[in-house]
C-alpha cells in the first residue's frame, strides 16, 4: 500500500463547477500535510497547506480528518487556470520527509 | 533571491556513463531534498539532507546512485553507470524548517538512451 494515495483522475469539469479531491494517508502519526500543484512539464508548487481547524484561502478549502486519516481540497468557481495536477503531501512524525501521493490531474473546460 | 537552482536543466546521456546533477538550494535553509519523477511512479523521495547531513538515503534505488552536500549552498547527485530506466525529470528542493513549504528547482530532464 502506497504511503500517500490519490485518484489519479483526470477530472473534467466545465468552468464555474465545484470540484473536490481526496487523499488518504496510511502513517497515523504524520504531523504536517499540504496541496501542491504543479503544471505541465513544471516544478511542483505549494498550494496550501492543511491544518486540523480545515481552512481557507479564496476558491480553495482544504480540510484535514486524522480519524480517517484523510485529507480533501475542494475548488469552488473553476477556472480554466486551475487545470494542473494536484499533489497530496504528507510530512512524517519526524525528521522532514516530506511523502508526495502520485496527484491527481484536473481539466477545466470552457 | 533566485530559488533553488538546478542544472544542467537537459541532459542526454548514453548509457554506461556518468551523470552529475547539480542543485544550489535556497540560502539559509537547512533541509534539501532529491526527488525522481516518472509517468509510472510519481514524485519519488530519493533523498533528504539537513544541515548537509544526509537524513534519509532509504529511497535511492540503488548502489549506482548517490547524493553529496559538502556545502549548505550545493548537492550532487550522481548516476554512475545510467541506465535507460533511469530516465526521469529530477528535482531538488530545500526548506527552511521542519513541516514548513518546500521549494522546488525546475528539475533536470534526464535522457539515458
Not at chain 1, 473536490?20 to 505549494?46: G, I, M
Not at chain 2, 544526509?54 to 550522481?78: C, H, Q, V, W, Y
Amino acid at each position: 500500500r502506497k504511503e500517500v494515495e490519490q485518484d489519479p483522475g483526470p477530472f473534467n469539469v466545465p468552468e464555474g463547477a465545484t470540484v473536490a479531491f481526496n487523499c488518504t494517508y496510511s502513517n497515523s502519526a504524520s504531523q504536517s500535510f499540504f496541496w501542491y500543484r504543479q503544471d505541465c512539464r513544471k516544478e511542483p508548487k505549494l498550494l496550501m497547506s492543511v491544518y486540523s481547524s480545515g481552512n481557507e484561502d479564496g476558491r480553495f478549502t482544504a480540510q484535514l480528518n486524522r480519524a480517517s486519516q484523510y485529507i480533501s481540497l475542494l475548488i469552488r468557481d473553476s477556472k480554466l487556470s486551475d487545470s494542473a495536477t494536484y499533489l497530496c503531501v504528507v510530512n512524517r512524525e519526524y525528521g522532514n520527509k516530506l511523502v508526495f501521493g502520485a496527484g491527481t490531474i484536473l481539466r477545466v473546460k470552457s | 533571491d533566485a530559488g533553488v537552482i538546478q542544472s544542467p536543466r537537459h541532459e542526454v546521456t548514453e548509457m554506461g556513463q556518468e551523470v552529475t546533477l547539480r542543485c544550489k538550494p535556497i540560502s539559509g535553509h537547512d533541509y534539501l531534498f532529491w526527488y525522481r519523477q516518472t509517468m509510472m511512479r510519481g514524485l519519488e523521495l530519493l533523498i533528504y539532507f539537513n544541515n548537509n547531513v544526509p537524513i534519509d538515503d532509504s529511497g535511492m534505488p540503488e548502489d549506482r546512485f548517490s547524493a553529496k552536500m559538502p556545502n549548505a549552498s550545493f548537492s550532487t547527485l550522481k548516476i554512475q553507470p545510467s541506465e535507460p530506466r533511469d530516465s526521469a525529470v529530477y528535482f531538488c528542493a530545500s526548506s527552511s524548517d521542519t513541516g514548513t513549504e518546500a521549494f522546488f528547482g525546475q528539475g533536470t530532464r534526464l535522457t539515458v538512451v
